[in-house]
């Protein structure tokens, strides 16, 4: 999917300048302390610090660098599902947040970056403590404009880059372009002049000017950054009699003692002013949004009231030239960021024309038809997801104004209800149940949309094995649903009960309440709750030995799916129609169901799905007398389930039991292991094909984004690792101290085995593949942390081996 | 719970006084603002050290917020081993700080329920 894991690092996008003897001080602080911190003001360089020493420590670390953006999380709460999720994890199980991470990373050898730390400090350094005491090999650099105060951290202020001195007789002022560029604000300001300005150098005339501009911005890489793009329309001479007039209205005033900050105000100030009232009023709008946002989103939010919405796309672009907005990095389509900083400087302009309101009603409004696409169970489901994904940042901040807006609340428990199949597959389900919570807690009794969040909030509960939590919010669901004559509600509030009442043991009242929902579900039209019921009833048949009864549900099932292109549910139909098929005798019909199931789940981003249809074949294999195949389909589907993390349903545990007892007794000892372990150490790409008999990619053929294994060297790997960063061949020659020739050589390799012919195309695949490093929802396969969900041992509750 | 029955209950518990003999040592609050409050939490799929390093995650969060000016002490723990669970006993000025603290600590879904104690007679 377009972007890949949130916190794998990418290259960078423009040239970094300097910092050698930062680089070198937290290279060399990374070598004996655990947790770096690098402090100062905004605008300083902190996260382009962080990120550059982190990606060239990368081959320190073979499980990989990760980074975590923390500037857009306001909720302290959520600080580790965050991190979680730019780890590509998610979370099923309901134990304490930061134990699950703890055991993630615990045998993983892995540098985390913790970015803009400041607004959560705390939170960032009990959770850092945590970690770092649990993990004997994770190393961690934190960005914040304060120390974080964790025992062993070490910090480091990043100063301003080096400016020419002021020295007193005015002839030395006019040093020579070399020695300027000997100082890294001068050479900051050539490097982004010359990317607006083709040609542009530092010169015996330039140079005194361009001089005197980086001390005006006393070295600060925002400022410097800010003034140097606007040699497009300026000379230098001009951008420097401007700043000076800027800088003389401020002289007296601001804050005292933090002249840095003045500094970057000024200069904020000063960019603000030489842009148009268009573009004035579209940096305030941008920025309510999170993280990054698309053009699309931008068009939405920022056009009205002055700016039409044709026009959005050149002022993007125009912002994007003065440096104001980044291109964010990414595949796909184009996304674009604001720079902390920036972003705060946009607020307040807004928030001073009192525009903040509208904007963060129209984000949120943008962000809830997004959501309410509910593309959850047919073909654009992975689209919709990847979607959801991409703007997960702007959702959560959609949501958090609703909730601080007594007027918004009723829309954002709308939103946030219509993320509930993307939080439960995407194991967003803390941060779901928080939000809703808090809505919850603030909804009036008699809001129309109250039955509604309260049965996804029980289903979230259940989901993440809170049989109590569920129980109450489904049934206070249930009883709000009957008194508001919601049938709709009260049907879902019913099915999911049913599950909490079966795993509770009131078998009973759970098959009444699951037939009740069925028939609500026909009465009123909902075929995504007719095929769900069914799903329930046909899995309660199964687990009742009511094969037959079941295998007519499931049948039913896959019937009303196919008519209305449900292929989500689809798959749990034909899984379950194909263990009914089994355990009614006959095998190979059930084969070939489940691996049409399987075959539909590899295209929609199912992870349980996947390790449910792997754990069936490995049983229908193992009745089949192929034990060999059985024990590897049972190793892969034990990994399955320990990357997501989570658990084979304890009502099917006993098939599994079964089959591996049957594998066992055919092979050896040694054998069983083997084939075991080689199931285990697959990618999920590797296992599906596996099991559904497809013959392994070769080499030569372009690597999917879903993770097929290439097999470069571990030199290639590095070599595609600095392609990725934009070195040439003589550089990554003296990086790696080979021959130029040899340098080259290797890329051609690369391109070769990758089926790629531009260097272009080697950056996006090792962007999509970090080194070692797992693949998105699949971490940890033989990196030696044991998520393993063994035979016999539950992580977490999951309701049912067919999910509701 | 509703904002507005959080709301009466608070005013009921201050106007029950607390037993000072309970809660030997400083109180945060004075005599008639000091309140008690239980937070439950689940300690299923933890080992020793994951549950020792929980309530050093609760202990630092408790410090952290007293240095910025927070009005709350960690009283007590009590385990329950059995269950799998533990009740965390805090005093303080109020539940949102309470909750700020389990937020610091990383428990988003932990419910701080008002409480009083007291010490029977004899």
Redesign the interface.
Known sequence: MGLGVPGMLRGELTEFVGRRAELAQVRQALGSARLVTLTGPGGIGKTRLALRAAARAQRAFPDGVWLARLGGLR???????EVARSLGLSDQ???????AL?EYLAGRHLLLVLDQCEHLA??C???A??LL??CPRLRVIATSRHVLGVAGEVTMAVPPMSVPPMSVPPAARSAGPEELLRFEAVRLFAARAAAVMPGFAVDAASGPVVAGICRRLDGIPLAVELAAVRLRSLSAGQILDRLDSRFALLSGGGPAGQPQHRTLEAALEWSYELLTEAEQAMWGRMSVFAGSFDLDAAEMVCAGDGIATETVVDLVDALVAKSVLSRAAGDGRARYRLLDTIGEFGLRKLRARNGEGRSRGRHRRWYAALAARQEAFGPGRAGWIASLDADHENLRAALEFCLSEPGELAAGAELACDLWRYWETHGHL??G??IL?GLL??LD?SAEVRPRALWVAGFLALVQG?LPGARALLETGLSAAGHAGDAGAAAYASSYLSYVMYYLGEAERGRVLAETALTMHRDSGDQIGVVMSLTQLGSTDLHGQELTRAAGRFGECARVCERTGNIWYQTYAQRGLGVATWLLGDPEAAATLVRAALHTTREIDHPIGVALCLDALAWITASQKRAAGAATLLGAADAAWAAIPAALQPALQGHRDVAIAAAREALTGRAFRSAFAAGAAMSQAEAIAFALHEPPRGAGRPAGPDGDRVRLTRREQEVARLVAQGQSNSQIAGELVISARTAETHVRHIMDKLGVSTRAQIAAWSAARPPMSPRPGMPGRGSGADHGTRPGRS??VQPAGENP | MPPRQRAAMLGDSRAKALDRAALPGRSVADETHRLLYLVEHDLRGLSPAQLASLHRALGEAVRRETRRGGRIRYLQRIDVPAELRCLCLFEAAGPEVVRRVNDIAQFPLARVVTVHSSVPAG
């Open positions: 909720d302290s709460a959520l600080l580790v599902p199980s309901g134990r304490w947040v930061v134990a703890s705390d939170a350094a009990v959770l403590d945590a005491r649990a803390t941060e149940r928080r919570a807690e603030k009794d809170d992580r977490g």
